[in-house]
């Protein structure tokens, strides 16, 4: 027998969804699951927004062109996506974070920020 163990978010309950338009996560799953081979942790469901694309462009890391031979359409201002955690920290410090939603977060960001963090840049599971 298969027991599947459904991951956890930031706020205790089931791992939401959180985009399929772009299909996310480090499964491509649509969810911010984790697992071992994951290094960046792509853990925090967010909605990128203009602002951050651009922060993230700069430190190295460009989401908003697309990349066709893997897939990846390329995000623009709206997407959900699940974010790399360390990212989205260093997005808070830059005061760029972009908004975050708590439902498809996975709890293991809590190791990296705090509740209180993600509350104050939370939008509702639309």
């Not at 081979?37 to 967010?46: A, E, R, S, T, Y």
């Not at 990349?67 to 760029?96: H, M, Q, S």
């Amino acid at each position: 027998m298969i027991v599947l163990i459904m991951a956890k978010n930031v706020l205790g309950t089931d791992l939401a969804t959180c985009s399929l338009q772009p299909r996310t996560g480090w499964f491509r799953d649509g969810c911010c699951n984790t697992g071992k081979n994951d290094q960046g942790l792509h853990l925090v469901c967010v909605r990128v927004t203009a602002e951050f694309l651009e922060f993230s462009k700069k430190a190295g890391n460009d989401l908003s062109t697309p990349i066709p031979e893997y897939g990846f359409p390329g995000l623009k201002p709206g997407n959900r996506w699940c974010l790399c955690v360390t990212r989205w920290t260093e997005a808070l410090d830059a005061g760029v974070a972009p908004p975050v939603v708590l439902e498809a977060t996975h709890m293991s960001t809590l190791e990296f920020a705090t509740l209180e963090q993600l509350r104050e840049h939370a939008i509702p599971n639309e």
